[in-house]
């Protein structure tokens, strides 16, 4: 079974600095998807980024990037020039053959003014 | 813009009480979940179709919870009795796909619908 962790229950971030979410999975596959989904507070949960496991190149959508170290088993987000509307909570996720989607606990990020 | 459909948005219930959710799925989309989310934790898969059929409902408390997807399109998730333990955000998602891991794995999410249970 996969399983995904995500260490840090909240991190806080000056508008306009960086900050990265650390997520880390445990699998036996050798293909499969990771996804950062962000769910505003009250609001729908959104995907932010994915990353195919056979590619070694890191995943980048604007202010988002991630790293990606398949035989770390790890898969962190960086968010860059942090905004008030990135408050929010954010979902490491797994998918692999079956099309089953394993999410992480979460970290709620803040953002200071 | 295509959307997860998900009604209702709040519910409240007494405990003992039968509840009902239902989802309509992006059309087209042959996978749908449905995932309980408690309050600062991530979502915890109930169950998954892959068009009418259940493919995964391991963590799906069976004795209470009832799940159908009967023409392969929208669906819904049933509660009976609801336990004040049920109290919860239960999400529907959709996503393409077939047994493979396709191109297009992004699951959409809709709004949720929050159960209280009194």
């Known amino acids: 079974a996969q399983t995904v962790t995500q260490s840090q229950p909240e991190m806080s971030v000056q508008e306009a600095e960086t900050v990265t979410l650390s997520c880390t999975y445990d699998t036996s596959e050798s293909d499969y998807y990771l996804f950062w989904y962000k769910q505003p507070p009250s609001r729908q949960m959104i995907l932010v980024i994915r990353?195919?496991?056979?590619?070694?190149q890191n995943a980048t959508e604007n202010r988002f990037s991630v790293n990606f170290q398949k035989a770390a088993k790890s898969f962190s987000l960086k968010i860059s020039d942090s905004q008030l509307g990135d408050a929010a909570m954010y979902f490491c996720a797994f998918k692999a053959a079956g099309n089953k989607l394993t999410f992480g606990g979460g970290t709620r990020v803040l953002v200071k003014p | 813009e295509a959307e997860v459909a998900q009604s209702p948005r709040y519910k409240i219930t007494e405990k003992s009480q039968a509840v009902a959710f239902w989802c309509d799925p992006i059309s087209g989309h042959a996978t749908l979940y449905w995932y309980r989310q408690i309050l600062g934790q991530g979502p915890e898969l109930l169950v998954q179709f892959q068009d009418e059929s259940v493919v995964d409902d391991s963590q799906l408390p069976k004795d209470r919870f009832s799940a159908e997807r009967l023409k392969g399109v929208d669906s819904t998730l049933k509660i009976q009795p609801a336990e004040l333990g049920d109290s919860a955000m239960y999400l529907c998602a959709s996503s393409l796909g077939g047994d493979a891991i396709s191109i297009n794995t992004e699951a959409f999410f809709g709004q949720g619908t929050r159960l209280t249970v009194v």
């Open positions: 990353q195919e496991a056979y590619k070694q």
